[in-house]
């Protein structure tokens, strides 16, 4: 059945860049209009990947869209992120990435030069990550119809072994991990982006995280499932991950702020553009709740991979009211919500 | 030494507050301070300060952010402005969201309006370089810690020659606004003084303040330890009965300021009565552009219709801006007004009071 007067179409006219941050506002127009419309039992569970059993195989498929401004920026460029960010949204899902499709929206007048470096790109991404780019799509625009280049990747990967991942699985007592420093792919596209002339080593970490998770799902204890949920904090960082968590369970997480790991040039930066890392977009970073008594076990096996060098157990679920508490550096505690819209630097 | 870790110290901020406990565990009577800076009321926010002050330490956030202190009307003209053809608009992020009588820059914006987010006034500089042919309007706001940089591309803009950059200005200056609250209904034991505003003015542009209305001061920084030492200090200086002004961020400001800044500020800009958001009229306490800068004054350039001001119904932004109410005591908070949806500046401004608490407090 076909909804209409949802609540997102009650306030506003026009679709606003607000929408497109992953807060707040993001959340509403999916929830109150995209799930509302296309209403199944695979979207509604509003996972990063959809799971589907096709001839007694479970595939889990995901697609994604980069519109990334600069298209390259410390760290990467528009074409490893579309590979990665695919890779990963399959990975959270306890899938082993097989297939990514890669569809181009160029604006006329792009150098060819910089598509040919993106597309290198994309196939260097995919040829490390063990992936293969089956299918493609390319539309030309005129010139203004698009900015630059678009690119929309969707994939498939079977699921490992039987492990079984939602939010449903989240309990009380169970921790919450995360397998390196927070805020460096937001913060190293902003200043690339603004060209604010810092100079900083900040680049963005975009990777894929796959091979960093089947070793983290291969953590078994007495054959019990350890790992509960994993979801990888992009656009609107850690905090909105977090919120999106204790929404979803109605539980309550508690952060401890000391643990959160975040660079020094991060944290010089934010400080200095008054921009949270906390909500800074992350794209080879993963969340993982797990439970209590597996923690150190699953920290143990990201911290010997590359990928979790950095890695740290954050937090833990609490029973509460869907809430997020972060114990700060000074032993106080406040709130972590979800943002409206993207954060800007400040003004004074 | 790294100018952050040092003074977020877990074990120096429990000194402090313990300090700050012993200092007050004698006081019968409630003592009242006010800050008046838009980072100071996030820091604190953040910081979960509160929490570490005896319970006879009130903490009231003042007039401090400067988007929220900007009336609607200023909306309203920028709108109308935007709405001229071959026109851009440049304007610090914060001011896009805030809702004007009705509309914002936001709707404008998404309704095809050229409204462009810049980081620094030398950006406006640069987009009239490249569009000879559009007219570039400068949103002018901000106080004494943004002025100099508006006021140094000014210069720049006369000097270049530009004739395609204004400015639409509403700039306000701190001291003023302090001395209208003084005169209010408020009962106020001490100032928490804006560290960044200060790095400009320096300390002794506070000192009339103090000696006139014998009122604690101290210029404080936003780090945890800043903040509580500054707060220690305006209770010793009350329990000692010798107000003074202090400067707690030493390491950042002094009490000459800055003079080329102050310099640059004098030569473009002169003292005029502004219209303070929910205050009202506070003689000499905004700026507007010398006679000699008047080719770069938007207000002048065109004349546009501006729509009759309206204020949010039931917005009570003026009250809490004056230190006056906090945010759960507006029947709009988190109701009718709230980020997602705001009623008044001080819901949307990344430094607006009802904002921070929103975003932080439990």
Known sequence: MQNQGTEVLRHRDTVSLAHGSGGRLTHDLVRDLFAKYFNNEYLSTLSDSAEIKLSALDILFTTDSYVVKPLKFPGGDIGKLAVCGTINDLAVMGARPAYISCSLIIEEGLELTVLKDIIGSMSKTADEAGVMIITGDTKVVEKGAADRLFINTAGIGLKIGSAVLGMGRIEAGDKILINGCVGDHGMAVMAAREGLGLSSNIKSDCSPLHKLIEAILQTASDERQVVKFMRDPTRGGLATTLCEIAESTGYDIEIDEKAVPISDSVKGISEVLGIDPLYSANEGKVVVVVSPDAADSVLKKMRFNPLGKNAQIIGAIKKGHGRVHLKTVIGTSRRITMLTSSQLPRIC | ?362
Request: hydrophobic share 40%.
């Open chain 2, 1 to 362: 030494m790294k100018y952050i870790d040092e003074y977020r110290n877990g074990e120096a901020v429990k000194a402090l507050a313990e300090k700050l406990r012993r200092a007050m565990s004698h006081e019968s009577r409630v003592t009242t301070l006010m800050e008046v800076c838009g980072t100071h009321t996030m820091a604190i926010a953040r910081f979960g300060i509160k929490e570490l002050l005896p319970k006879n330490i009130r903490l009231l956030s003042g007039p401090g952010c400067p988007v929220c202190v900007t009336p609607n009307g200023y909306i309203d003209h920028a709108i109308a402005l935007s709405r001229r053809d071959g026109t851009i608009i440049a304007t610090f992020g914060d001011m896009v969201r805030v809702p004007g009588s009705t509309a914002s820059l936001e709707k404008e914006k998404a309704d095809g309006r050229d409204i462009r987010i810049v980081y620094s006034p030398l950006d406006a500089i640069q987009m009239a370089r490249e569009n000879p042919a559009k007219e570039i309007i400068f949103l002018s706001i901000g106080f004494e810690t943004t002025i100099p940089a508006i006021a140094a591309a000014i210069l720049m803009a006369k000097k270049e020659g530009l004739k395609n950059l204004t400015f639409l200005t509403a700039n306000k200056v701190v001291p003023p606004a302090l001395e209208t609250l003084l005169q209010g209904d408020l009962k106020l034991n001490g100032f928490i003084l804006p560290g960044h505003v200060s790095t400009i003015i320096g300390g002794k542009a506070y000192i009339p303040i103090v000696e006139k209305y014998r009122i604690p001061c101290s210029v404080a920084g936003f780090e945890p330890t800043d903040i509580i030492g500054a707060i220690l200090d305006l209770v010793e200086q009350g329990l000692s009965g010798s107000p003074r002004l202090s400067v707690q961020y030493s390491r950042a400001v002094t009490m000459n300021g800055n003079k080329k800044a102050q310099d640059v500020i004098n030569e473009v800009f002169e003292p005029v009565d502004a219209e303070w958001r929910g205050i009202g009229a506070i003689p000499s306490s905004g700026l507007k552009l010398r006679s000699s800068f008047e080719g770069f004054d938007a207000a002048v350039k065109f004349d546009v219709d501006i729509e009759e001001t309206k204020e949010g119904k039931g917005c009570i932004c003026g009250l809490i801006l004056q230190g006056l109410k906090d945010p759960p005591d507006c029947p709009l908070f988190g109701k009718a007004c709230s980020p997602e949806t705001p009623v008044g500046a001080c819901m949307v401004s990344s430094e607006g009071t009802c904002a921070a608490w929103y975003k932080y407090e439990d």
